[in-house]
Each structure stands twice: as structure tokens, then as C-alpha cells.
């Protein structure tokens, strides 16, 4: 039995994952945390995690029925600079809508307001405002600090690129 065990243990190190099964398992997995944690649906836990699964972390509920509960739950207890309500999020702005617009029209003289929302991208509270100019297709997105007023970015967006954005955001949420 022994000899067995040895000769197993040394077939298992002769045969190591190949660099294509790894970036298979990487791809898995990313596609994992972006599914169940990113756009949040514990519910698709079921296309990753095996309805056996023995879990070993006694906080933890058995099985994948188990686990989409805890992945609920941990969802709920975890919310997210996105998912926060734009009332609370205005609610903490020291810079009002109408200051931050007039900002924001500085930047694109001419321009013309088609979109804006207030939202936290990478920590900081912005007011975002897509602005339209009538000699151009593009978008220029102008970012407004909503704690202090200052210019916090200005991007121009082709026809293409907001699209993207769209479909991106839609996806997250």
C-alpha cells in the first residue's frame, strides 16, 4: 500500500497542470468573483460550485444551496459605493446639482447638458455630466468634485465608447 501511495505521489508531481489548464482555471475563476460578486447574483453560483460541495468553514452552510445563501447574504451585509441610493449619495454632496452643472458647462463652452448623475468612482463623491456640442458626435464627460467643486476630470467619448458604457452599466447592474 505504501508503494502505492509513493509511486501515485510521484506520478501526480511528473504530470504537472499545463499552462492552458491554468489559464482555463484563471479564466473560471475570474468569471466567478466578476458573476457572483461584481454584478451580484448569488443565484448563478450553480454554473461554478458543485452541488456536493463540502464546505469547511463551519460559519459556512453546507452544499451549493448553502453557499448561494451565504453569498446572498454576505451581498446584502456589503453595499457597494455603486448600489448606494442617489438620495443618499446627493444627500452627502456639499456642491448642489445647478453649482456643479455650471462648473461642468465652463468646461465645454457652447455645450449642453444630456445626461448627469451623481455617483462614487474610486472613492470620491462626483457629479458626472455628459455634455453635448451641436458641431460634434462626441460626448464630453465632465467629472465634478461634489465635496469641494473642483474639475475632477473631463473625457471625450466617441459614439462608440458611450455605448460601451451603456451596455457596461447595464451589465452591473
Not at 473560471?28 to 447574483?41: A, E, G, H, S
Not at 452544499?63 to 448561494?68: D, F, H, I, T, V
Not at 448642489?96 to 462614487?120: F, N, Y
Request: aromatic residues 4%; glycine residues 6%.
Amino acid at each position: 500500500m505504501r508503494t502505492l501511495i509513493l509511486v501515485l505521489l510521484i506520478l501526480a508531481g511528473a504530470f504537472p497542470a499545463s499552462a492552458a489548464d491554468l489559464e482555463a482555471n484563471k479564466r473560471l475563476y475570474r468569471d466567478l468573483i466578476d458573476t457572483l460578486v461584481n454584478k451580484r447574483q448569488p443565484d448563478a453560483a450553480d454554473r461554478f460550485i458543485a452541488e456536493g460541495l463540502i464546505e469547511h468553514n463551519p460559519n459556512i452552510p453546507q452544499g451549493l444551496a448553502g453557499r448561494k445563501r451565504f453569498l446572498a447574504a454576505l451581498l446584502a451585509g456589503c453595499a457597494s459605493e455603486r448600489h448606494a441610493s442617489k438620495a443618499e449619495l446627493e444627500s452627502q454632496a456639499k456642491i448642489s446639482r445647478d453649482d456643479a452643472e455650471r462648473i461642468a458647462l465652463q468646461q465645454v463652452p457652447g455645450g449642453t447638458v444630456k445626461e448627469a448623475e451623481i455617483e462614487k468612482e474610486h472613492g470620491k463623491l462626483i457629479w458626472s455630466f455628459d455634455i453635448a456640442t451641436s458641431d460634434s458626435k462626441d460626448i464630453t464627460e465632465v467629472a465634478i468634485d461634489a465635496l469641494n467643486g473642483q474639475v475632477a476630470g473631463v473625457e471625450k467619448e466617441t459614439p462608440e465608447q458611450q455605448a460601451k458604457e451603456k451596455k457596461d452599466d447595464k451589465e452591473k447592474d
